[in-house]
């Protein structure tokens, strides 16, 4: 039997512009010195992202996409037995690395959606050296604003630290987000993780960064091999961090297509979650049915039992045609399976 062609992917939080030109050209200048290793230090990249962010190349490190780093981070602050604080539903990378350490997770479930940053505090103990906290979080796509994180971070006990993942960072339109990098340098003890995956376009070269307290980043940097970073991922991140116009037209881009997928979700009564991401997620019974069910019509969103919500479906944005083809599959589902894909109630207290 044929499977059905897949004409939108919306499931994996893209950049449906593609990368930016400036990327492309820096990746073709720099094939013809492939037979060369990389420069292990990302000596031009550290000095790139320190300039843009006002911090020293000491509170820098570069990883193979920001997960690495989030591994690496993990690793070097967490000993086995310890506890990991964790928001749910959230990344499903979170718990992985927590679990691949030896650490025990301690999961706290979201109010409405929003993570529990009292429940969260609550959790920690004295085995307790860390808190990861997706800002804003993936798959609900929310942020924990500046007030509530300041009261957070005044009450965490000495000694345990906060990795801040922004992966979305570049997407948020809200004057109340608290900017991960800006309390690194304030001296508060946060890691701050960022990404070249999203909004730049290069999930596929496998970039990201890490802003820490010095020590915290040597201890991150011995965790990984000489060259975790190849040269056309350097080279590609280095360019498209100069290229402003392609990422405040990917940002854009993103704003509108948020709004489009909102609104129609919320026109079919689906519930959908305000979202200051590149996905919207909703509420649905059924949702792996619903999910299978777009698949059989070539599009494709995320299914999210590993993230705990097996209710839920998160669907990314894409181009408009891309958002024109999802809706024109879903009322075809909705339409053929009245009862299969009910309806949910908007923002439940999510369970763990
Ligand atoms: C919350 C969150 N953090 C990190 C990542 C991965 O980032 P990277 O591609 O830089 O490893 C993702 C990817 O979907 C994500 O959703």
Known sequence: MSETPVTTDL????NPLGPSPKALAAIESAMVGLNRYPDRSCARLKAALAERLGVDREQLAIGNGSCELLELAVRALVRPGQSVVIGTPGFPAYRGVVQRAGGKVRLVPARSYFDDLDAMLAQIDETTPLVVLGNPTNPAGTLSGRERLMGFLRRLPAGVTLILDEAYHDYVDTREYPDAV??????????????????????????????????????????????NTNTLAQAAALAALDDEAHLWMSVGLNRVG?????????????????????????????????????????????????????????????????????FEALDGVLGESEGVVAVRSACPVLGG
């Open 182 to 227: 800006d309390l690194q340098r304030a001296g508060w003890p946060v890691i701050a993780l960022r990404s070249f995956s999203k909004a730049h376009g290069l999930a596929g070269l496998r970039v990201g960064y890490a802003v820490a307290a010095p020590d915290v980043i040597a201890r991150i940097e011995t965790g990984h091999q000489q060259f």
């Open 258 to 326: 948020r709004g489009e997928l909102f609104q129609g979700l919320a026109a079919r009564g689906l519930n959908p979650v305000p979202s200051q991401a590149s996905f919207i997620l909703f509420p649905v019974a059924h949702a792996a049915s619903l999910a299978g069910r777009l698949a059989e019509r070539g599009v494709l969103v995320k299914r999210l039992a590993r993230y705990g919500l097996d209710d839920h479906v998160r669907v990314s944005t894409g181009m408009p045609e891309d958002h024109c083809r999802f």
């Open 11 to 14: 499931s994996a939080n893209e």
